[in-house]
């Protein structure tokens, strides 16, 4: 079995999330389960609806 990372860095995650993930236009958005940390879960999650931006892909918490 391949050892699981954070999606952001190389931490061991701590829960799988159901995430919506976009370029530019939130209207059109990916969604798609990522693995993360603690420190970034809760980074993407106190964004909100502008969404948590890493490496030019905004990320939000949620399908909808």
């Given at each position: 079995?391949?050892?699981?990372?954070?999606?952001?860095?190389?931490?061991?995650?701590?829960?799988?999330?159901?995430?919506?993930?976009?370029?530019?236009?939130?209207?059109?958005?990916?969604?798609?389960?990522?693995?993360?940390?603690?420190?970034?879960?809760?980074?993407?999650?106190?964004?909100?609806?502008?969404?948590f931006?890493?490496?030019?892909?905004?990320?939000?918490?949620g399908?909808?």
């Open positions: 079995m391949a050892m699981q990372r954070c999606e952001f860095c190389t931490a061991a995650p701590l829960q799988e999330v159901a995430v919506s993930r976009w370029v530019s236009d939130p209207d059109d958005r990916e969604r798609l389960t990522l693995w993360f940390c603690g420190k970034h879960l809760q980074r993407v999650k106190k964004a909100g609806t502008k969404g931006e890493h490496k030019g892909l905004h990320y939000k918490v399908f909808w």
